[in-house]
């Protein structure tokens, strides 16, 4: 986020602690909107939007973000929600089915937990990609890619979801403000990357 304004003279709080409470809000937000379930990836991708345009200047704020909710929520949001919502039911469903005794569970147990963590890291890191506001089915290809090619921010991806699943299941109000800092933690991830590979590509043209 190098584009964050400076400190004004006579302003009490600085750039990185107002994006602090812009993120907080925009968090309780995105929150709200995910109540419903279909609209989830919708709501944190627009979280990720609106988060990643502060660093181009542009207000974090939960007026922008239920703006650009409203340009953005369309009929294919909603089929993102509804395969999200049904592979973590089946997700939940094979773990439990694992847990139950059956023989053989413990062997499938850890194909299963692969799988879902997978899917999930696939899934998160296309939510944080520019291309799910119009078009998911490329945010879903770039990011297969991006978690193969970068497993270093795939294993942030996981960090970042169990710490906000740990801070929801110590204090559930958290629950209501951990989508800010995990759409804040998706959207440095997806940047870093998006630097790193811009980086390597300007190397390879001036070599």
Known sequence: MSGVRTREPGEVFGPRT??????????LATAVTCLPLLTAPAALSTACAVLRGAGEGRPATAGRYFALLRQRLRAGDLVAGAV???GVLLGAADL??????????????????????????????????????????SAVRAAARDSVRDAGGSALVLLAVITAALCAWM???????????????????DVRHAAARTGREDVRETA
């Open 171 to 189: 204090l559930l109000p958290l629950a209501f403000l951990a989508p800010g800092p995990l759409a804040l933690a998706l959207t440095g991830i």
């Open 96 to 137: 439990a089915l694992a847990g139950a005794g059956l023989p053989g569970a413990s062997l499938f147990a850890v194909p299963a937990a692969s799988i879902c963590a997978g899917a999930t890291v696939v899934g998160l890191r296309a939510i944080a990609r520019p291309e799910s506001l119009t078009d998911w089915r």
């Open 18 to 27: 107002t994006l602090f409470a812009d993120m907080l809000s925009v968090g």
């Open 84 to 86: 999200a919502l049904a």
